[in-house]
Antibody, heavy 118, light 106 residues
Framework: QVLLQESGPGLVKPSETLSLTCTVS????????WSWIRQSPAKGLEFIGY???????NYNPSLKGRFTLTVDTTTNQCSLKVRSVTAADTAVYYC????????????WGQGILVTVSS | DIQMTQSPAALSASLGDRVTITCRAS??????LAWYQQKPGKAPKLLIY???SLLSGLPRRFSGSGSGAEFTLTISSLQPEDIATYFC?????????FGQGTKLEI
């Protein structure tokens, strides 16, 4: 079982950059993919992207290019940055792990609610 | 963009009922489909992958079927702990698109 924990601010102002971190608290396979998914009433569950432990990231082509994923294997952490946020970015953000790039999402963090508001 | 459409959006059933949820893809996704269960305030939980493979340790009353563009999730005998929202997700494309969910109620 892989335990994932998201952390970051619960409130971000419009036009600012949202930064979230995911920490793995149990031993995990280095070959897994770190993923981020968000969920809002308006858009439902929305896959943001994944990053491999080597640092190669892939983003949902349906999303505009405001998202950046990074990974630090020394600290077992993955980070998500969302630039120029608007109210439409208000959502619960989940960190997750999947075994292959095109595969189901096996492990999910508990999620963190982020509200974009001035 | 690929679209995943679930029906119904909400379903009311009785304990012991056989429940079926449908997920349709806007294009062929072969068998690259997963089903998740989400309870209020919790993260989704993977139930089924590759359309019909039940995750180890999960109750066998859950089953999935289908291929191509039409899929179903069936609960053979509804239990109280099955009350949740169910989502399908394709992983044929790098969008990994989810359906909008089916809320199951008693």
């Amino acid at each position: 079982q892989v335990l994932l924990q998201e952390s970051g601010p619960g409130l971000v102002k419009p036009s600012e950059t949202l930064s979230l971190t995911c920490t793995v608290s149990t031993a995990s396979n280095r070959t897994d993919y770190w993923s981020w998914i968000r969920q809002s009433p308006a858009k439902g569950l929305e896959f943001i992207g994944y990053i491999y432990h080597g640092g190669v990231a892939n983003y949902n082509p349906s999303l505009k290019g405001r998202f950046t994923l990074t990974v630090d294997t020394t600290t077992n952490q993955c980070s998500l940055k969302v630039r120029s946020v608007t109210a439409a970015d208000t959502a619960v953000y989940y960190c997750a792990r999947q075994f292959v790039a095109l595969g189901p999402i096996h492990f999910w963090g508990q999620g963190i609610l982020v509200t974009v508001s001035s | 963009d690929i679209q995943m459409t679930q029906s119904p959006a909400a379903l009311s059933a009785s304990l012991g009922d056989r429940v079926t949820i449908t997920c349709r893809a806007s294009q062929n996704i072969n068998s690259w489909l997963a089903w998740y269960q989400q309870k209020p305030g919790k993260a989704p939980k993977l139930l089924i992958y590759k359309a019909s493979s039940l995750l180890s340790g999960l109750p066998r009353r859950f089953s999935g079927s289908g291929s191509g563009a039409e899929f179903t999730l069936t609960i053979s005998s509804l239990q109280p702990e099955d009350i949740a929202t169910y989502f399908c997700q394709e992983y044929e494309t790098y969008s990994l698109t989810f359906g909008q969910g089916t809320k199951l109620e008693i």
